[in-house]
Nanobody, 120 residues
Framework: QVHLVESGGGLVQAGGSLRLSCAAS????????MGWYRQAPGKQRELVAT???????NYADSVKGRFTISRDNAKNTVYLQMSSLKPEDTAVYYC??????????????WGQGTQVTVSS
């Protein structure tokens, strides 16, 4: 079994910064891509940023230049450094990882979500 545990959410004023972390644990053979998604009230979940096992990154246009995704493969952890936060960044942020539990078996796993609230 695999678990993703997020931390680092909270309340911050507009213009401030937060750093989210997500650690994967359990029966992990290898981790492929990892990423962050978010869901605001009344809206669909949307991609924020992804990072491959090799370090290639992809960002939503709305966060480019403000957010940075990174990972520590030795710790099975992905991070999201968020700067210049805006009220529209308010959402529940979810960690996602594509994980191989054996050589041939893999699946997508999600964290429980962490709330980020940006006040104006």
């Amino acid at each position: 079994q695999v678990h993703l545990v997020e931390s680092g959410g909270g309340l911050v004023q507009a213009g401030g910064s937060l750093r989210l972390s997500c650690a994967a644990s359990g029966s992990i053979f290898a981790i492929n891509a990892m990423g962050w998604y978010r869901q605001a009230p009344g809206k669909q979940r949307e991609l924020v940023a992804t990072i491959t096992s090799g370090g290639s990154t992809n960002y939503a246009d709305s966060v480019k230049g403000r957010f940075t995704i990174s990972r520590d493969n030795a710790k099975n952890t992905v991070y999201l450094q968020m700067s210049s936060l805006k009220p529209e960044d308010t959402a529940v942020y979810y960690c996602n990882a594509n994980i191989r539990t054996t050589v041939i078996r893999r699946g997508d796993y999600w964290g429980q979500g962490t709330q980020v609230t940006v006040s104006s």
